[in-house]
């Protein structure tokens, strides 16, 4: 089984300014990891997503996630926020069970920005 | 790709009553999974289905159950509904069970009274 850990409830920062959203998992397989946000009375979209190769994959909208399997982390990054980016960031970690990839949720990360 | 779109988006029912919640499926995705969300909280899965049989299942009870059907449409229903119930209910799907990630509905609030 896996589970996944978002260290932080709650985010907030100031517009332009860099932030880190931190996630750690475990699990005794190897994974695929995601991020996926929440807009206000929305469902949940991909954000990003690693599978394998490059431990660093992006976004189009400017974020970036690096997976760091020693440490078991996927922390997103961003250099500079935008107001619309207030959401809730949610990670995402999936293994192979019986065929089927069915990912466990951290409790999600609310990112604030201010202006 | 017209994504994944969920019905109704908000529902009031009375505790004991029974719901069934629907999804249709983004075309070609043959995997959909369904996720219990309270408030505050990160999704909870309930169950996948692949090619019309459920092949995976979370920490619900038997009265939570659902169905998928060849054209990519999905229900999920729950008997005897309990006020804990009330959350956000969240429809996903997959091509080929969901390795490379899933596209999620809008949800359909359940508030259970």
């Known amino acids: 089984a896996q589970s996944v850990t978002q260290l932080d409830s709650q985010v907030p920062v100031f517009e332009e300014a860099p932030v880190e959203l931190r996630c750690n998992y475990s699990?005794?397989?190897?994974?695929?990891l995601f991020w996926y946000v929440q807009y206000p009375n929305q469902g949940l979209q991909l954000l990003l997503k690693y599978l394998s190769g490059s431990t660093l994959v992006e976004s189009i909208n400017g974020f970036e996630a690096e997976f760091n399997k020693s440490q078991t982390s996927f922390h997103l990054r961003k250099p500079s926020v935008h107001i619309s980016d207030t959401a809730e960031y949610f990670c995402a970690v999936s293994a192979a069970s019986g065929g089927s990839y069915i990912p466990t949720f951290g409790r999600g990360t609310s990112l604030i920005v201010h202006p | 790709e017209t994504g994944v779109t969920q019905s109704p988006t908000h529902l009031i029912k009375t505790r004991g009553q029974q719901v069934t919640l629907r999804c249709s499926s983004q075309?070609?995705?043959?995997?959909v999974s369904w996720y219990q969300q309270a408030l505050g909280q990160g999704p909870q899965f309930i169950f996948q289905?692949?090619?019309?049989?459920?092949?995976g299942r979370g920490n619900f009870p038997p009265r939570f159950s659902g169905l998928q059907f060849p054209n990519y449409s999905s229900e999920l229903n729950v008997n005897a509904l309990e006020l804990d119930d009330s959350a956000l209910y969240l429809c996903a799907s997959s091509q080929d069970r969901g390795w490379d990630g899933y596209t999620f509905g809008s949800g359909t609030r359940l508030t259970v009274v």
């Open positions: 699990s005794s397989v190897s994974v695929y």
């Open positions: 289905y692949y090619r019309e049989e459920e092949n």
């Open positions: 075309s070609g995705h043959n995997t």
